[in-house]
């Protein structure tokens, strides 16, 4: 087998195109060149020997199987190659294409190449204000290998005529096409929109200042140099900058969307009017002039106690804010939706002045009353000094009024009823003093009134106090224990009493009715010692027997009063004569209420007690848990005690209205754990951001229980936010966004990863107006951001459709540029952009959008060379090789590479390297 040797081959270009006279050398160190054609050597090969000895080089030539030359290998000083080629001609070129998306500054131009004429070094557009333009001059560099081929020119003039022609450098030298010409469009004024004042910080007192930011987005430059950027504001509307006064802040951005921070705002100021502007050689554009109603609160109001000197009610306190102003909000309902504003007081017993974080109480009103806004507050204690502040609270902050004082007298003695009894002759009763007013009662007492029916208003005077009455306790609270005798048959109304310094206190009335001579006399009212799903055990008592043998004694029940009270309902017996009983009632409705009576028969006729409600357990159903809640669905689970007997249905009921839910109301019956005392149920087909109200029920053999109403909200279909998003910087991003609705809460929620929900710090809550602006801040340059809307409704919380936008990038990053293999004329330029100003990220496409390398005489550039690179399917980091030929021999010249990444507003260049070429 023929080992081949590793051949280096010397490439020399002499012009033209490839012969077939091709020649490979053999240089002998004795300086004496074998020269063979190409074509007739099959392979050369070294031959080791098998024992020690000296290598040789074969030739193999015209299929021979035998070499046809041999050399010790130590003779054989290098092997070569050599292509000879055919001189270059000049290229020629055919009807270039038609110039197209002229602009203001760009136009594309190209060239169509009929015929190379040899090896293409270069070739391109060159162009320029002059006819016949030629290298050197202004060109633009082709990396197409096609011979219909176009570039971009930029940077141009606005309204200027130009002359461009394609060209091609081969080894013949520079061959040009038809000249062509075209004028760019004629530079127009800038379109520019001023972006509305947004984050105001307010000035809240006369010795602090304020600011707000604004600025402007340029979305046409109109094929103008732009010299400067910036905003004028004024507090009146700006039309002419100069003639009314307007100040302005100049931005520091060089970019198309830019920003200013206005500050210095002195208190107090109502409303702030922008205008964005820019700069030109020979003129000035300016923006749409746009405000903000800066809600300053100018005045603290006044705090009006007078009227609780003669309050007729000492436990009420009326307040009234007087003079007020709202910085310039309109306080009305709808204003309010957009700019909540709100009016109060601090109420404290102990701070002089409260306020919104110290306050006792805190009291709002909407109340407008007498130029200003009042309230009632009805929970005041008696005898107690009050200090009082109103305050203001609008977005920007909230104010107090000098702190004022009240002081209230005592307020009514309160009490109730414990219990009462009765007898044949005499009523019994037991009252207790719950409250004395914030004075110590000094009075307690009663009025008794036969057959009246009941005392009319104004209630009578007392004459008679602590009759019967012992006290209890001391300072007038306690229990009190009474009795007043009663002939038979009459009604006897009792009007219990208590006093303090301040005024009597009518506070209890209770009825007896007389019972006839000679009925047997019920010891109290029915007790209750136990309840089931359908029996009740009762417990009363006989007193006497009126004068006769109680031969009959038990309860008298029924779930109609008016019937009870007419005698009629069914009675269980519980043995005679008197003294304490008891008896069971059987057979009763589950959870249904019950109206009984202790009954007593002698001689004379039958005796009842007084009438007490009760009633019997109910098959208990617990109260719903909801969960799963969407637009229009939920489930529903819920737990039933069954009480031991078999559920034989259970499910859910649900309405959107406000009503009380029956087992006639929409319903999901319980099909998946059927007789299970846990379930759930699934609601669907249900309305959005909608109220429903829904109970779970069941079924047993005794009959149908219903448990207590729960409520949920459907979601939203939409968040109710509409976005629009745009670069603001590098660190930040405008929002626009349009309200349709309003939530609990709403606003946006962003990150570097997928999906983010609330449970992020990074949110923007939108709250107040319906269209505004705002800035999400602290944002990392050139980094994909994930966004969307959301909505925190009753229901819980909405996410609109995932968007995704990056910030501005950072400036493109290069590594150090080499140059090599320089000649007399050409030179190799390597580098690379090792960043494209976007947050790097494995596999992600190529931010650039230009790139290439620019030559020139001049270190400033000027009348530079540009050769445009193809970015074409290339990804960060882009390694750049590019060859540059045509160059002048002994010449120093200056290199660098460009490149525009995606905004494409700013061009970033690498350093400068210098090189001079070889003489």
Do not use: W
């Not at 190659?81 to 009807?95: D, Q």
């Not at 009042?374 to 000098?402: C, D, H, W």
């Not at 980091?877 to 002994?890: F, K």
């Amino acid at each position: 087998m023929r080992n081949l040797i590793l051949i280096f081959a010397i490439f020399i270009f002499v012009g033209g195109s490839l012969q077939a006279q091709d020649t490979t050398y053999i240089y002998k160190k004795s300086f004496v060149t074998i020269k063979l054609l190409t074509k007739s050597v099959d392979s050369i090969a070294v031959k080791k020997p098998l024992k020690k000895g000296a290598d040789t080089l074969l030739v193999y030539s015209n299929s021979s199987t035998k070499p046809n030359y041999k050399f010790a290998t130590a003779e054989v000083d290098s092997i070569g190659y050599r292509k000879r080629f055919m001189p270059s001609v000049l290229a020629t070129f055919g009807t270039p294409p038609a110039i197209s998306g002229i602009g203001q500054t760009s136009a594309v131009v190209g060239g169509l190449i009929t015929n190379v004429g040899g090896f293409v070094i270069e070739k391109g557009v060159v162009y320029g204000v002059f006819a016949n333009p030629t290298i050197p001059g202004t060109k633009t560099v082709s990396t197409s290998s096609s011979n219909a081929f176009s570039v971009s020119l930029i940077n141009l003039k606005a309204g200027t005529l130009y002359y461009a022609r394609a060209y091609v450098l081969n080894f013949a030298g520079v061959a040009y096409g038809p000249v062509q010409t075209f004028t760019t469009l004629n530079p127009t004024t800038p379109v520019l929109t001023t972006v509305k004042p947004y984050n105001f910080v307010a000035p809240l007192a006369s010795n602090q200042s304020g600011s707000v930011l604004s600025g402007g987005v340029i979305s046409n430059a109109g094929g103008r140099v732009i010299t400067e950027r910036g905003v004028y504001f004024n507090f009146q509307p700006i039309v002419d900058p100069a003639a009314d006064g307007a100040s302005k802040v100049v931005s520091q951005d060089s970019v198309n969307s830019f920003g200013v921070l206005i500050n210095s705002l002195v208190y107090p100021v109502n409303k702030i009017f922008v205008r964005a502007y820019v700069k030109y050689t020979g003129g000035e554009t300016l923006g749409n002039l746009d405000s903000l109603l800066l809600p300053i609160i100018k005045g603290n109001g006044s705090l009006d106690l007078s009227q609780n000197v003669f309050s007729p009610t000492p436990n009420s306190l009326f307040l009234n804010l007087k003079n007020v102003d709202f910085g310039g909000i309109e306080f009305t309902e709808q204003a309010l939706l957009k700019n909540p504003v709100k009016v109060g007081y601090c109420l404290s017993k102990t701070i002089k002045n409260p306020n919104a974080d110290n306050a006792d109480t805190i009291v709002q009103t909407t109340d407008f009353l007498n130029n200003g806004y009042a309230v009632e507050y009805k929970k005041a204690s008696g005898n107690t000094n009050y200090y009082i502040t109103g305050f203001i609270l609008n977005p920007v902050g909230i104010r107090y009024t000098e702190p004022d004082s009240v002081l209230l007298g005592p307020g009514n003695p309160e009490g109730k009823l414990i219990s009462q009894s009765r007898n044949a002759d005499t009523c019994y009763f037991t009252f207790q003093i719950t409250g004395d007013g914030g004075q110590a009662i000094t009075k307690v007492g009663f009025q008794s009134l036969v057959d009246a029916g009941s005392f009319s208003l104004p209630y009578p005077d007392f004459n008679t106090y602590n009759v019967s009455l012992p006290f209890v306790s001391t300072n007038g609270l306690g229990i009190y224990k009474g009795k007043i005798a009663i002939s038979s048959d009459k009604t006897l109304t009792v009007l219990i009493n208590a006093s303090n310094t301040q005024d009597d206190n009518n506070i209890i009335i209770t009825q007896f009715l007389g019972v006839p001579i000679g009925l047997a006399a019920i010891a109290s009212n029915p007790g209750v010692s136990a309840r089931g799903i359908d029996n009740l055990t009762l417990n009363g008592g006989v007193v006497n027997g009126g004068g006769s043998t109680v031969t009959a004694r038990g309860f008298q029940y029924n779930t109609d009063l008016a019937l009870l009270n007419a005698n009629s309902g069914p009675t269980v017996g519980s043995g005679s004569g008197i003294g304490s009983y008891s008896a069971t009632i059987t057979g009763l409705n589950p959870g249904t209420t019950y109206y009984v009576r202790s009954y007593a028969v002698n001689s004379t006729g039958t005796a009842y007690g007084a009438i007490t409600t009760t009633s019997t357990l109910p098959l208990i159903v617990k109260g719903c848990t909801i969960s799963d809640v969407s637009f229009n669905g939920a489930k529903v689970s819920a737990t039933i005690d069954a009480g031991g007997r078999p559920i034989v249905e259970s499910g859910i009921l649900y309405a959107s209205a406000n009503i009380t839910l029956d087992i006639n109301s929409p319903k999901v019956v319980n099909t998946l754990n059927v007789g299970s005392e846990d379930f759930f149920c699934n609601l669907t087909g249900l309305a959005s951001n909608t109220k429903y109200f829904v109970r779970a029920y069941a079924k047993n053999s005794i009959g149908t229980e219903l448990g207590p109403i729960s409520t949920f909200f459907t979601l939203p279909t939409s968040t109710g936010i509409e976005l629009l998003l745009f670069p603001d910087s590098k660190t930040s991003h405008l929002v626009n966004f349009k309200k349709t609705q309003i939530f609990t809460e709403q606003g946006v929620v962003y990150s570097t990863f997928p999906l983010p929900d609330i449970s992020l710090q990074t949110k923007k809550v939108f709250s107040g107006v319906f269209d505004g602006q705002d800035t999400l801040k602290n944002l990392l340059a050139g980094t994909l951001y994930y966004i969307r809307s959301y909505c925190v409704s009753a229901g819980g919380v909405l996410y609109s459709p995932q968007s995704s936008f990056y910030t501005k990038p950072n400036p493109v990053v290069f590594s150090p540029v080499t140059v090599s293999t320089i000649t007399s004329s050409t030179v190799n330029v390597i580098a690379s952009v090792s960043d494209d100003g976007y947050k790097t990220i494995s596999g992600a496409l190529n931010k650039l959008q230009t790139a290439g390398l620019q030559y020139s005489l001049r270190p400033d550039f000027i009348g530079s060379t540009r050769i445009e690179y193809d970015l074409t399917n290339k990804i960060t980091p882009v390694s750049i090789v590019m060859s540059v030929g045509l160059l002048t021999p002994n010449t120093t010249y200056f290199v660098r590479l460009y490149a525009t990444n995606e905004i494409g507003i700013n061009t970033y260049y690498s350093e400068v390297k210098s090189f001079k070429t070889n003489p």
